[in-house]
């Protein structure tokens, strides 16, 4: 046979946007090997390589790292379209696209090559300029999809290193001290819209916060980590930080939501007096915390809300707080309503009442209230992945 390559007279025109185009043909026989080199052949854009017994297809697809693999449906020691089950199982292939080839024009085994992953079909040996056709058409779609995952990768590489600052900027649990706290925190994507923390403004008052900003993602976080930003660093202008309500309208001024996106948030704000034991606090939108006895006797909380309206939704609003007297030892758990906002299988949503009946229910010793309350949140949603970021944030005061 003459393996001369074809004339320059008798190229087509490259297309792909110079993308190299890499044909794996696995047939039995070396003529139709042969056949197709020379309809290749001459195409600049194009690497062909020939596999010519069916055991080492795998393998050598491995090696060669086709584009778009051509496979022979009748072969002697393996049936095609076994081997086509065996390259869309494999890791290394499973995504290649795949024209089959068939002596022969059969609706039932083209219908069973496409059920098995097989992405297109052609009678052997085709026109050259359609072969060529077809090959860059596969090509470029797998081209396109490596370059998609090399980006997905990149931007799930970026939003994990994002997520991790995230959690990083959370406050360590306080384990000691006339105020002890702790907190659990799963957002319901890579990247959630609350955010949450604690620090002392002074060797007396400790401020208590968590927002929630409206939807998830990078935007949502991005304007969380703004807002903690802002409340750690007690950068809002002509605000005092020991008093909530005006924390809460130096925020709503500061991020109105035309500038941000149309993105809200609500939040809980609150500033304990350790001295006078005092707890002054203002809400926005916000869930009630829930204040408790120390001792777990079943009581019924005190709930803290004012009603504020929620954050950034209107300029120049005035804004409420309240506060309460702290006696003896208590506990406050301040959270998000992700944490109780959970839907079940068939569709019912965990009420708030419901919400604080379990926390009113005395702790397992086994495990924490929080561990005890995410653990119920997943047996009721049956994923490990809820619908809204888990955020609840629990503090004791001796």
Avoid at 118 to 139: G, Q, T
Avoid at 244 to 264: C, I, R, T, Y
Wanted: net charge negative; aromatic share 8%; with cysteine.
């Amino acid at each position: 046979m003459d393996t001369s390559p074809e004339p320059a007279a008798g190229r087509t025109s490259r297309a792909g946007g110079g993308h190299r185009v890499t044909v794996l043909l696995i047939d039995d026989q070396a003529i139709i090997g042969e056949a197709v080199r020379r309809m290749l052949a001459g195409e600049e854009d194009i690497e062909f390589h020939f596999c010519q017994d069916p055991a080492k297809a795998i393998q050598t697809a491995v090696e060669v790292k086709p584009t778009v693999i051509l496979q022979d449906l009748v072969m002697p020691e393996i049936d095609g379209l076994t081997l086509v089950r065996f390259l869309r199982a494999h890791e290394a292939t499973k995504e290649i696209p795949l024209i089959v080839l068939s002596s022969r024009e059969e609706p039932v085994t083209k219908a069973e090559a496409f059920e098995l992953g097989a992405n297109d079909y052609l009678v052997k040996l085709p026109d050259r300029i359609e072969l060529l056709a077809r090959i860059r058409y596969h090509s470029q779609g797998y081209i396109r999809l490596l370059e998609r995952n090399a980006v997905m990768k990149q931007l799930e590489e970026e939003l994990r290193q994002a997520a991790e600052y995230v959690f990083k900027m959370l406050p360590a649990p306080l384990e000691t001290g006339p105020v002890r706290a702790r907190w659990s925190f799963v957002p319901s994507t890579s990247l959630g819209g609350d955010a949450f923390g604690y620090h002392w403004l002074d060797e007396r008052h400790l401020a208590i916060y968590l927002i929630d900003v409206c939807g998830h993602g990078v935007g949502a976080a991005l304007l969380s980590v703004s807002v903690m930003n802002v409340l750690r660093a007690k950068t809002l202008p002509n605000v005092d930080f020991h008093q909530p309500d005006q924390v809460l309208a130096g925020l709503n001024d500061s991020f109105p939501m035309e500038k941000h996106n149309d993105m809200f948030f609500t939040a809980w704000y609150g500033v304990y007096d350790r001295v006078e034991r005092e707890l002054a606090y203002a809400s926005g939108g916000h869930p009630p915390a829930l204040l408790f006895p120390a001792a777990a006797d079943g009581s019924d909380p005190r709930e803290l809300e004012t009603k504020n309206l929620i954050i950034g939704g209107m300029p120049d609003m005035t804004f409420q707080k309240a506060s309460v007297h702290l006696p003896g030892p208590a506990r406050l758990y301040v959270y998000s309503d992700g944490v109780y906002e959970i839907t079940d299988a068939a569709g019912k949503v965990w009420s708030y009442e419901e919400f604080v009946a379990f926390m009113k229910k005395p702790e397992n010793p086994e495990s924490t209230r929080l561990e005890q309350l995410f653990q119920h949140a997943v047996a009721r949603n049956g994923s490990n992945r809820l619908d809204d970021d888990f955020s609840i944030v629990e503090l004791d005061f001796e």
